[in-house]
């Protein structure tokens, strides 16, 4: 419990308040930027709003035409299905993620490429692998991109950290998990999606 000062002649206690400072709080956390911000420590999570962010619903989508594989869209739709922004001319986008303010990560998979694009549609950051299926921003701000047949996390000037080739895997999606394992989909011959857990696959990668 805080502690209080009693000043010389007053039953009021002065600098007493039952409230720890936000910095306090979360000193020493494990910061995750996206849409919002969010602090980690040990089993509790905070999280940081500005005031333009109170009252608002999201809801992030990416979008395919029936044929053609072009003209795909990732956009964001406000609290009455209204567009907030849009991206269109994007081949066949599977995955994406808001990744800071105006900047969003997406796997084109036609284009065989992870793209950091701002709300425009200009491109700030690229990697090319052969058919992304996932694309992810971590807490280190290394990018963990699942293609195909490969698990990959690379750093922004793009020096590999980790690489993971499965020549014989059909991965349908991949996510690196807050402890360092890696959620894996994928379909088996069937066309049945499994999913597996690779524990501590990559906890080398810093």
């Known amino acids: 419990s805080p502690s209080c000062?009693?000043?010389?002649?007053?039953?009021?206690?002065?600098?007493?308040?039952?409230?720890?400072?936000?910095?306090?709080?979360?000193?020493?956390?494990?910061?995750?930027?996206?849409?919002?911000?969010?602090?980690?420590?040990?089993?509790?999570?905070?999280l940081s709003l500005s005031p333009a962010q109170l009252g608002r619903d999201y809801l992030l989508v990416t979008q395919m035409p029936l044929a053609g594989g072009i003209n795909g869209e990732v956009l964001e739709?406000?609290?009455?299905?209204?567009v907030m922004w849009s991206i269109t001319g994007l081949r066949y986008p599977v995955d994406a993620q808001v990744i800071g303010?105006?900047?969003v990560l997406i796997a084109e998979?036609?284009?065989?490429?992870?793209?950091?694009?701002d709300f425009?549609?200009?491109?700030?950051?690229?990697?090319e692998i052969d058919q992304p299926v996932?694309?992810?921003?971590?807490?280190?701000?290394?990018?963990?991109?699942?293609?195909?047949?490969e698990l990959v996390e690379i750093t922004r000037d793009h020096k590999k950290k980790f690489s993971y080739t499965a020549p014989n895997l059909y991965i349908a999606s991949a996510r690196k998990m807050p402890n360092g394992d890696v959620l894996m989909g994928r379909v088996t011959g069937d066309a049945v999606?499994?999913?597996?857990?690779?524990?501590a696959m990559m906890q080398q990668a810093k």
């Open 120 to 127: 425009k549609g200009d491109i700030k950051w690229s990697y």
């Open 109 to 117: 998979y036609l284009n065989r490429r992870v793209i950091e694009m």
């Open 134 to 149: 996932g694309c992810q921003l971590l807490p280190n701000g290394n990018f963990f991109i699942a293609g195909r047949r």
């Open 5 to 46: 000062t009693l000043p010389a002649g007053s039953d009021q206690p002065r600098n007493c308040s039952p409230w720890k400072s936000f910095s306090e709080v979360t000193k020493g956390a494990e910061v995750r930027s996206g849409i919002f911000t969010l602090y980690l420590k040990r089993d509790k999570t905070y």
């Open 193 to 199: 999606p499994l999913f597996d857990r690779f524990i």
């Open 77 to 82: 739709l406000g609290p009455k299905n209204n």
């Open 101 to 103: 303010p105006k900047r």
